[in-house]
């Protein structure tokens, strides 16, 4: 308790470490580097742009493990749907 009243929770500092290591595991399976995953990141950005006006600053694009798999997972929030589209030849 005493630990919990100044600010030292070993369960929490725990749980951080532990999510920050399977952040490096994840990357260093899927063999991606943060560079990478900012290009894609801007990349996305662009394309989804294109559609909608999305939120890019609260924008939240992450690798996570699945069972024996990574998988991208992105959160974008999405302002509006854009009315017209230039069409794409």
């Known amino acids: ?11 929490s500092s725990k749980d951080i470490a532990k999510e920050r290591l399977r952040l490096v595991l994840v990357h260093d399976r899927a ?9 894609l990141k801007n990349e996305l950005i662009r394309v989804i742009s294109e559609y909608m ?19 991208l997972v992105a959160s974008i929030p ?11 030849q």
């Open 53 to 71: 006006e999305i939120d890019d600053a609260a924008m939240d694009v992450n690798l996570t493990s699945a069972e024996n798999s990574v998988a």
């Open 31 to 39: 063999n991606v580097s943060p560079q990478f995953l900012e290009m």
């Open 78 to 88: 999405v302002r509006r749907m854009k009315r017209s589209v230039s069409a794409r």
């Open 1 to 11: 308790m005493i630990n919990r009243v100044f600010g030292r929770d070993s369960g």
